[in-house]
């Protein structure tokens, strides 16, 4: 069973990708932008991320795959590295390994030119720094 800050960051990756939120199986696309802000994850991301906490995450799966957000909450399930782009993907916990990732469709994938995709916590971290040390500046 993955856990809901490893499913967060599963969808924060592709939609730095520019892969959808396939909602109610295909009614809605749900890409927010930004999907990071200020070193977190943006308002539109957590509004986005309530949606599919509503529905349970029933019908709700990333563009190009097909296991839904509840299947990847329940045992069984597992979020894994692809063995060939090192992007998050729903495994399964047992049995065959997947070989599936949604970066079979995306082009020119891995490409180490462009930036990697980030997750919101090194980055808070390193903002909280320069935040302290601005804060020291302007006190002193
Ligand atoms: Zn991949």
């Not at 730095?16 to 909602?23: A, H, I, M, S």
């Not at 597992?78 to 047992?94: G, S």
Request: charged share 20%; aromatic share 10%; net charge neutral.
């Amino acid at each position: 069973m993955a856990s809901t800050q490893n499913v967060k960051l599963y969808l924060a990756y592709w939609f730095q990708l520019g892969k959808k939120l396939v909602l109610a199986n295909g009614r809605e696309l749900l890409l927010p932008k930004p999907v990071m802000e200020g070193g977190r994850y943006s308002r539109q991301f957590e509004e986005c991320w309530q949606k599919i906490a509503d529905l349970e995450g029933k019908d709700c799966y990333l563009e190009g795959t097909d296991t839904t957000i509840q299947s990847l909450l329940s045992p069984g399930w597992d979020i894994y590295p692809c063995a060939r782009c090192n992007m998050p993907i729903a495994t399964v916990e047992l049995g065959l390994p997947s070989i599936f990732c949604p970066c079979s469709d995306l082009l020119y994938w891995p490409n180490l030119e462009l930036p990697v995709p980030r997750s919101p916590v090194s980055t808070n971290n390193h903002l909280t720094r320069i935040k302290h040390r601005l804060d020291n500046h302007k006190s002193s």
